[in-house]
């Protein structure tokens, strides 16, 4: 037995049996003597069998059969036979035999006149790789027993590539808690460690293997394996138990999801989540040899759609790009790929992609309440240029008479430049939606799969905190909503923050959105009653406007603080609280009241009416002045405010 402390991208508990993803080298090998090679073939043919007929075995209808007549294949002698007799009169090794020998049956089969046979040539390159996986000592891609999936590196096209419904944990050398792969084993709910070159070279494929917070054990005895192995069933059965639907207690934050595809619908349903906050469908993309095509990608974005109803699905378009790679788009290698062609630089590159993407979105839009969102945006021209497209799309869409609707249109806030031109992009947007992952890698300059640099890449840095501010001052001030859907929505420690920050949607990976909803909305209720210890009472009569509704965005932005209006029924104007009068207007039109506690108070009366030059308003008091909750501070001549054609209304804010 031995153990390892190593680095945490995703806490939890794990017991599985290790899966080496690259477990031996390609290419020829040495050839050995012809016996030991024939030797060799002769097992992975034997162990391409089993996998085969346990496939057929768990398969139904037509797709049993399928396994059935490949089993056959393997067994005919133009193949097999061949590959023996290359090794034998050749004296090839079993991988080069194999390959030669599936090449020659191929070319044959696709010189045949016979169409049935000339279909057979896949069924034969699908034998060549798989008995040359095999002979290369790899397992199935498929996961065949609980496993911890072991790897120097792991991509994230690698890892949606296995079955997760067996995969338990994830250990690799080289990793980062904001990785893609990180974000993606926290969407699947697994432990993920990384770090120590040496725990990972001391894994042998099918070691049992227990990980438990940031501890790695590798072959514990087998008492302790199977304490662990009862711990990790009793903990499952738990969390299917507690799966209770959502308590129905609402936030005023709305908590949405973060998803890849329509695999993770049922999760989704699950989860309670009010919507989706961001698919991302880069991987709808990647670990495949071509591009989806329209019909697959519409087929996705629908059904995700239609699961949800009325609900809204926010879609990303392809981000595309540095460690999320589409190996078929054959995208050149760059130095700096996080700083180079990713994102909507991929989209707008590669428009005949994108327009595919565009029309099954377009298509899809009418099936459901789709948006669409725009990844790595740092110019206006960018929002421009898709909009255009879109338009084009649909004009082209409405020609074939193919059922479509142009869906609100979003866009991703994560690089500075976004957030410096918040105000200016917040024109051309239905909504914005903040990723932090991004948006603390390009503000912090930092990697954000850095190697052993993680004390630098802090989400939580007041920078990062500073740009999510500016970005909902500038949405709300156009009136748009703001999202955070990196991993900093699930940060606890960030929750309180955001909610000052006026942020209107969390959307965190489907695992965790019971969770911080019901942080949000503890963090909700305790600031709402901080507030109520922390009244002022109305100085007028009048009726209440709210904070958002005060037609001057100078307070309904909340800027200068909490505040309220009131249309006055007449001009008496009394101290909200008490304390001493701190500054007056030099027109007249605004009174400040501090406390002890340095806390202030401004009333404001009339909106935009300095240029009456005071002539409206009498004070009562002067500067230094203590006054009591109630007692009169002004008159106001509320029939020339309004003959001078301005709104008379009275502003009360809670200066911040
Ligand atoms: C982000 O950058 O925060 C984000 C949500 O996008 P991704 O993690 O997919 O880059
Ligand atoms: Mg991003």
Known sequence: MKEYILKTAQSGFAVGEAFLLKDGGSGSDSPKAAGDESARLDSAVSSLRQELASAAEKAKGENAGIYKAEIMMLEDPNFIGEAHALIEKEGLDAKTAVERAGRSVIEELSASGS???????????GLTDGLLRILRGEKQKGLSSPSVLIADELSPAELSGLDDSLLRGIVTVKGAPSSHVSILAGNLGIPYLYGSVEAVASIRSGDRLILDGEKLTVNP?????????????????????????????????????????????????????????LFRTEFLFMDRETAPTEEEQFQAYR???????????????????????????????????????????????????????LR?????????????????????????????LIEKVAAELTAEKV?????????????????????ELADKAAFFSIGTNDLTQYTLALDREAQGLERYYNP?????????????????????????CGELAANPAAIRRLIQAGIDELSVSVSKVEEIRSRVVETEKSLLEEEETDTVASPVDG?????????????????????????????????????????IAETKHAVTISDETGKSVLIHVGIDTVSLGGKPYTIYGKVGERVKEGQKIMEADLDMIRSAGLSPMVIVVRCA
């Open 115 to 125: 169409a049935y046979l000339r279909q057979r040539t896949d069924d034969v390159k």
């Open 221 to 277: 005895d087998d008492e302790a394996f199977q304490a662990a192995a009862q711990r990790y069933d009793a903990m499952a059965k738990m969390e299917r138990e507690e799966k209770k639907p959502a308590s129905g207690e609402k936030s005023r934050t709305r908590v949405c999801a973060n998803i890849t595809g329509p695999q993770d619908i049922e999760a989704l349903l699950a989860s309670g989540a009010e919507g989706v906050g």
């Open 303 to 357: 059904s995700v759609a239609e699961a949800m109803g009325e609900k809204q699905v926010v879609i990303r378009t392809m981000d595309i790009g540095s460690d999320k790679k589409a190996e078929w788009l054959k995208l050149p290698p760059e130095k700096n790929p996080a700083l180079g062609c990713r994102g909507l630089r991929v989209s707008l590159g590669n428009e005949s992609l994108f327009r595919t993407q």
């Open 360 to 388: 099954a979105l377009l298509r899809a839009a009418v099936c459901g309440n789709i948006s669409i969102m725009l990844p790595m945006v740092i110019s206006l021209w960018e929002v421009d240029a898709v909009r255009q």
């Open 403 to 423: 059922p479509c609707k142009i869906p609100p249109l979003g866009v991703m806030i994560e690089t500075p430049a976004a957030v410096m031109i918040a105000e």
């Open 460 to 484: 939580c840095h007041e920078a990062i905190f500073r740009m999510i501010e500016t970005t909902v001052e500038a949405g709300h001030k156009k009136k748009i909503p703001t999202a955070i």
């Open 543 to 583: 009726q209440l406007v709210p904070m958002q509704d005060i037609p001057d965005p100078a307070f309904s932005s909340g800027t200068l603080g909490r505040c309220f209006g009131i249309l006055p029924d007449n001009g008496s104007i009394f101290a909200p609280c008490s304390g001493t009068i701190s500054e």
